[in-house]
């Protein structure tokens, strides 16, 4: 049964906590909303960049135009308009005033008349952000298909049909499914998730330790004739509170800007149903006490409230690793990492936004054991308050 104690603590913190706006402004709706919306940003400036490249006129500047004539005018029939290049290709490059430079060798006809294969070069900087790489996809497709045509009329001419040259036909099946396509744009979702739980309940877990050891309100808090327990278990209870309403939040404010993901542009699918949203809250949902017991404890440790932000802000980057690891490595799962804490909410997630069957046993063992690794951390968390040498800042 509660006890009073555990309540009127457990209260105080959350009603001061929900009195500083600054604090819920900076944590709360912050850590909910930031993440969504620089993401829906950030998706839809680059694919909105890489569309405009990919569909206005191409702008092509040439290195020694004139030793290629037929190829300019394959150039022009494809809507290409050629720039007259004014200083060297590598200069153009390295200076960024163009994505893509094409040089033609000065022997380009007479290798063409020689049926010999004729040289030309494309510059460009592979490491280039953006959509650099469209135009350089692009110019790399009219040249093959210029090549392809002039090799199938030498074939031609000769009395040799064209399609003797393809010895092997390559018939693709692709597996992937316009949700699991749609999927590719969703990979920092765990993170972001992750990240807004851990943003949410950090100000309250630091402020509730290291805060009050600073401002020394803990002593006369401790004197008052209740179990140290009850105190400390309503401050943490406060916090992970704070942090599931910002997973809360953030979870809302993802699947109110699903919507305006450019999915529908590239011939993809992206739909989160409000079973999978509940499924992603419940596997979620030990993570916010896994979150607040390590900030507490971190926290705890720290002589002042400065020192256990420095400390408790790197915490954040935890959620980091694994999600980066499965965001560019392919891993099939192992029931050890559907057991371990912010893999497993980072697997199950993945599933579900590719549209994957996501199996009960799966939720269950990340769910129990998530919550067995934050209740040894809630316990250890309590438990260190027993000692006076955390008492004092000094």
Same mark, same amino acid.
């Given at each position: ?5 555990? &309540? ?20 709360? %709706?912050? /850590?909910?909303?930031?993440?969504? %919306? ?7 400036m680059s694919v909105q960049m890489g569309k405009d490249k990919a569909e206005k006129q191409l702008e092509l500047p040439v290195f020694n135009m004139e030793y290629a004539q037929n190829l300019e005018k394959h150039l022009i029939s494809q809507d290409v308009k050629i720039v007259t290049l004014d200083k060297s290709p590598e200069d153009a ?6 994505? $893509?430079? @094409? ?25 280039? &952000? ?24 030498? @074939?031609?001419?000769?009395? +040799?049909?064209?399609?003797?040259? &393809? ?13 699991? &396509? /749609? ?16 943003? #949410? ?9 290291? #805060? ?27 916090? !992970?509170?704070? #942090?599931? @309403?910002?997973? $809360? ?16 542009? %590239?011939?993809?699918?992206?739909? %989160? ?7 992603? @809250? ?9 979150a607040g017991s390590i900030q507490t404890i971190i926290a705890a440790f720290s002589k002042s409230f400065k020192e256990a932000q420095t400390y408790v802000n790197l915490v954040v980057f935890i959620p980091l690793i694994p999600s980066m690891l499965l965001m560019f490595l392919p891993v099939k799962e192992k029931l050890w990492m559907i ?15 590719? #549209?994957?069957?996501?199996? =009960?046993?799966? $939720?269950? +063992? ?6 067995? !690794? /934050?209740?040894?951390?809630? =316990? ?15």
């Amino acid at each position: 049964m509660i006890s009073r104690a555990f &309540k009127t603590v457990f209260k105080k913190e959350v009603m001061e906590n929900l009195r500083d706006r600054r604090t819920m402004m900076s944590s709360v %709706l912050m /850590g909910s909303f930031l993440g969504p %919306l620089m993401a829906l940003g950030l998706i839809y400036m680059s694919v909105q960049m890489g569309k405009d490249k990919a569909e206005k006129q191409l702008e092509l500047p040439v290195f020694n135009m004139e030793y290629a004539q037929n190829l300019e005018k394959h150039l022009i029939s494809q809507d290409v308009k050629i720039v007259t290049l004014d200083k060297s290709p590598e200069d153009a490059i390295k200076d960024k005033d163009y994505d $893509v430079v @094409l040089a033609i060798s000065e022997n380009f006809a007479e290798s063409i008349e020689q049926a010999k294969p004729a040289k030309v070069m494309l510059y460009f900087d592979d490491s280039a &952000k953006g959509a650099a790489s469209v135009s350089v996809r692009r110019v790399r497709a009219l040249i093959n298909a210029y090549s392809s045509s002039i090799g199938s009329m030498r @074939l031609q001419l000769r009395g +040799v049909s064209p399609g003797l040259m &393809k010895v092997v036909s390559i018939e693709e099946h692709d597996q992937a499914t316009a949700q699991s &396509k /749609g999927a590719q744009m969703m990979l920092f979702l765990p993170y972001f998730l992750i990240m807004g739980l851990f943003m #949410g309940s950090m100000y309250l877990a630091i402020d509730t330790t290291a #805060g009050e050891k600073e401002r020394k309100s803990l002593e006369p808090l401790f004197l008052n004739p209740v179990s140290r327990v009850q105190v400390l278990a309503g401050k943490l209870a406060a916090t !992970v509170s704070f #942090g599931l @309403l910002t997973l $809360v939040l953030t979870l809302i404010a993802f699947k109110l800007t699903m919507p305006f993901y450019p999915t529908k542009s %590239l011939g993809m699918t992206l739909s %989160l149903s409000m079973s999978d949203m509940g499924l992603m @809250l419940l596997v979620l949902l030990p993570l916010a006490l896994l979150a607040g017991s390590i900030q507490t404890i971190i926290a705890a440790f720290s002589k002042s409230f400065k020192e256990a932000q420095t400390y408790v802000n790197l915490v954040v980057f935890i959620p980091l690793i694994p999600s980066m690891l499965l965001m560019f490595l392919p891993v099939k799962e192992k029931l050890w990492m559907i057991a371990t804490p912010i893999m497993s909410q980072n697997i199950i997630i993945g599933q579900l936004i590719r #549209g994957e069957v996501v199996t =009960w046993f799966n $939720v269950a +063992v990340c769910v129990f054991g998530t919550l067995f !690794v /934050g209740g040894l951390l809630a =316990w250890f968390a309590v438990r260190l308050y027993n000692k006076e040498s955390m008492l004092f800042a000094d």
